[in-house]
């Protein structure tokens, strides 16, 4: 089934379809939170949100897309409250990157369930996938401001997206990913700026 978010922003929905959308979201979160990403269900979430699930399945056409929209649209609100700060390039990236991860190591469930979502094959996770590297990129070229180049900015978003693997994969908590992403961080920009 095609998802008609992944065909048409979200604010192009009319406003019932878009109040769906909204309680389906937030059924999600609560949900997540309540059973984790394994065993979240599109059905569970539905019913919590009053909708029957083939209407859940008309706006998410799989479990991933769920978990890909529902960490698009956490990103989204992160970035609206988090400018970077800081005097050096380093310390705003560290800055962009200590505040993801707090987001994440926050919403540790989200975190995991955005790992497995975004490793997928889906494609309307695809499309969500390049809309998250997109704001990371983003969020890093900001951050670095005159000192901005195309090398910088993939290897700071390589390692970014290497480090989230890491933790969705246990090998690092999101808590202890700040620390260790402020040192790559400096490493990859030479120290400072």
Do not use: C, N
Request: net charge neutral.
């Amino acid at each position: 089934m095609s998802s008609q978010l992944a065909s048409a922003p979200r604010q192009q929905l009319r406003p019932r379809r878009a109040e769906t959308v909204q309680r389906l979201l937030a059924a999600g979160l609560e949900q997540l939170a309540e059973v984790g990403p394994d065993a979240l269900t599109i059905r569970q979430v539905a019913v919590r949100a009053g909708v029957s699930p083939a209407t859940a399945y008309t706006y998410f056409s799989s479990k991933a897309h769920l978990l890909a929209e529902l960490f698009w649209q956490r990103l989204v609100e992160h970035g609206d409250a988090h400018e970077p700060v800081g005097r050096s390039a380093v310390a705003r990236v560290q800055s962009v990157t200590r505040g993801l991860t707090e987001m994440l190591s926050a919403s540790p469930y989200l975190a995991a369930g955005a790992t497995l979502a975004l490793l997928g094959t889906d494609p309307d996770v695809d499309r969500l996938r390049l809309r998250i590297g997109t704001v990371f990129v983003e969020r890093f070229e900001t951050a670095l401001g005159p000192a901005s180049t195309p090398e910088r900015l993939d290897a700071l978003a390589l390692a970014f997206s290497g480090a989230l693997l890491q933790a969705g994969m246990g090998l690092i908590t999101y808590a202890d990913l700040g620390d260790r992403l402020d040192t790559v961080v400096a490493t990859i920009l030479g120290g400072g700026r």
